[in-house]
């Protein structure tokens, strides 16, 4: 059956669905042909997300890992490779065929009860994911103020490092929240006027650690030290750029949005996500910490906060960088939570489930705990 059969089927079967979607998001209903997106509205919404805070923190925990060169240069071209593949050719194709939300399509073929369980679980995976973002974006308000004003979490941090932190989490939280309300319209503008300038912010950041190395031997630099316990194996990153997203594709969470796409190719757009983030933002990330371990003595078991790093690299323009591509990580995973709770009480409204996500998202960013151990959960 052809996409266009699809489309025609799904018309008769908006019939079944008992009440029309709540607002424009179409919840609970077959995304109709008028509000069908190009695919310029995808393209920078994935590069916005996956250019985005998480990579600050993943780059360095290759250092950490002891990683060496050939794993991550050529695992990782690998390993995001298969998961574009899976975009398109799995979650996009399904996404073009049904226009339901993962949520709602579950609980129509397997009913409420069954569903329910599955719903809470993949909206606190999401929220978990968002308040990861909180965190890292937090990093960088620290250096606008006074040193010691904001106490910063390490790798090995757990709990909230002090009132001034809590602050700033808040903050930061509420202003992620209030762009999820406004739809995947705000969501995906939001991603696609950021990611170019973040991405130019991730290469500059490789280009003047590189100058202050002395040496664009990158393959050099990213060899661990003679002696270094590598934690991680080439088809570990393979393995792990291909999944570290599986709840979105494999997972089909991404139905979420892909059912917005006029054609199943808009799955492709998942490459500005993976080779500019997941690839070339994780390295250039990976630099920063090589730099700081080489040059300042910094312990990569330890590592140190993405705020003084990139601060450190190319001043206040990072630091904004740091929390916008929070944002654009944020921003759709709330989104994406708020449909799953409301999966979970369907009465809700789309305003009231995003709330809902967003202040579980906030008490989550607040404890440095989660996006330290982030790779457990992404």
Not at 295 to 324: F, H, S, Y
Not at 335 to 364: D, M, N
């Amino acid at each position: 059956m052809t996409t266009q059969d699809h489309e025609h089927a799904g018309h008769g079967m908006i019939d079944e669905v008992e009440s029309p979607a709540v607002g424009s998001e179409y919840e609970r209903e077959r995304v109709p042909q008028h509000a069908l997106k190009g695919p310029s509205a995808f393209w920078g919404m994935y590069a916005g997300e996956h250019t985005a805070g998480t990579e600050f923190m993943i780059g360095p925990l290759f250092v950490k890992w002891g990683a060496d060169a050939f794993s991550l240069i050529v695992g990782l071209l690998i390993g995001n490779l298969l998961a574009v593949l899976t975009w398109r050719y799995l979650t996009a194709q399904i996404a073009c065929s049904e226009r339901f939300t993962l949520y709602y399509k579950m609980e129509k073929i397997a009913g409420r009860g069954l569903v329910t369980f599955y719903n809470l679980a993949n909206g606190l995976l999401f929220c978990f994911l968002a308040g990861s973002m909180i965190t890292v974006s937090a990093t960088a308000v620290g250096p606008f103020f006074p040193e010691g004003t904001i106490a910063m979490p390490t790798f090995s941090s757990t709990m909230p490092t002090g009132p001034a932190w809590i602050v700033s989490c808040i903050v930061i939280g509420a202003a992620m929240t209030f762009v999820a309300l406004k739809g995947y319209d705000v969501v995906a503008l939001v991603g696609h006027y950021a990611a170019p300038w973040m991405f130019l912010i991730f290469l500059a950041c490789a280009i003047v650690t590189l100058g202050k190395l002395g040496t664009t031997d990158v393959w050099a630099l990213l060899t661990p030290a003679p002696g270094t316990k590598q934690s991680i194996s080439f088809m570990g990153i393979v393995l792990f750029a291909w999944f570290c997203n599986a709840a979105m594709h494999i997972g089909m969470a991404d139905l979420s949005v892909l059912r917005f796409a006029k054609k199943p190719s808009a799955g492709w757009a998942s490459a500005a996500g993976m080779f500019l983030g997941h690839y070339v933002a994780w390295i250039c990330a990976a630099l920063l910490l090589i730099y700081w371990v080489k040059e300042r003595g910094v312990n990569p078991q330890e590592g140190k906060d993405p705020g003084t790093m990139v601060n450190d690299a190319v001043g206040w323009a990072g630091l904004v960088c740091v929390i916008i591509a929070g944002w654009t990580t944020a921003n759709p995973t709330i989104y994406r939570a708020g449909l799953a709770f409301q999966g979970v009480l369907p009465a809700l409204s789309r305003t009231g489930a995003t709330l809902l996500a967003g202040a579980v998202c906030i008490a989550a960013g607040i404890f440095p705990a989660f996006a330290m151990r982030l790779l457990d959960f992404v």
